[in-house]
């Protein structure tokens, strides 16, 4: 089966600009995660999607990110406006419930620079 | 926030060593997992074991859980150079929700 799909792989931008990113998770799992994995530490879950609803963003930081699942398959991940502490990989991934017993799996990332 | 912290940090053994990651968490878990990073890459669940599930193999991968002291174990035996990676637990709290809590990783290096 074809992996959790993510776009764009790399993203430099400047302070207080704009950026968003894509992800396409495998077919047919219903739950979405996006984490932000700064570098030399674990992931950290952003927001997490059942469907095209949303199940936990508590560590969302809701004054400049935002996302989305229209349609409860594709997601977007934004960031409006980028802060220096923003630079870090933003992870994608899916499973197929939201059950605890079901693995996820993630996508490569989209690495994020910020100037 | 990281529920859990790895031990070590980082790792360097050679090919056909063991090699042995532990894992302590801090609240009471519906099951614990273990994934691998490559650089660059995304993460690779490896193995998951239930809060009252004490030992666990897969392969090459052996996992303890002991609840009372919070804390898990991860042996890879014969290790390759192909298993040069950063190594995570994750823990699933007592919540019902799938929300997954990693640890800060070990990095492991396996020289030829």
């Known amino acids: 089966e074809a992996g959790v799909a993510q776009s764009p792989r790399y993203k430099i931008i400047e302070k207080r600009q704009s950026v968003a990113f894509w992800c396409n998770p495998i077919?047919?799992?219903?739950?979405l995660y996006w984490y932000q994995q700064i570098l030399g530490q674990g992931p950290k879950l952003l927001i997490q999607?059942?469907?095209?609803?949303?199940?936990?963003d508590s560590q969302l930081p809701k004054d400049r990110f935002s996302a989305e699942r229209l349609k409860g398959v594709d997601s977007t991940l934004k960031i409006q406006p980028a802060k220096l502490e923003d630079s870090a990989v933003y992870l994608c991934?899916?499973?197929?419930?939201?059950?605890?017993?079901?693995?996820?799996?993630f996508g490569d990332g989209t690495r994020l620079s910020i100037l | 926030s990281q529920q859990g912290e790895e031990d070590p940090q980082a790792l360097s053994i050679q090919e056909g060593e063991n090699a042995t990651m532990n894992c302590s968490y801090k609240?009471?878990?519906?099951?614990l997992q273990w994934y691998r990073q490559n650089s660059g890459r995304g993460l690779v669940h490896l193995i998951l074991?239930?809060?009252?599930?004490r030992e666990k193999h897969s392969g090459r991968l052996r996992v303890t859980l002991d609840t009372s002291k919070k804390s898990s174990s991860l042996l890879i035996t014969a290790s390759r150079a192909a298993d040069t990676a950063s190594y995570f637990c994750?823990?699933?709290?007592?919540?019902?929700?799938?929300?997954?809590?990693f640890g800060t990783g070990t990095r492991l290096l396996v020289s030829p």
């Open positions: 991934a899916s499973s197929s419930s939201v059950l605890s017993n079901q693995p996820q799996h």
């Open positions: 999607f059942q469907n095209n609803g949303v199940v936990d």
């Open positions: 074991i239930r809060s009252n599930e």
């Open positions: 609240t009471s878990i519906n099951n």
């Open positions: 077919s047919g799992h219903a739950t």
């Open positions: 994750a823990t699933v709290p007592n919540t019902g929700f799938q929300k997954l809590v």
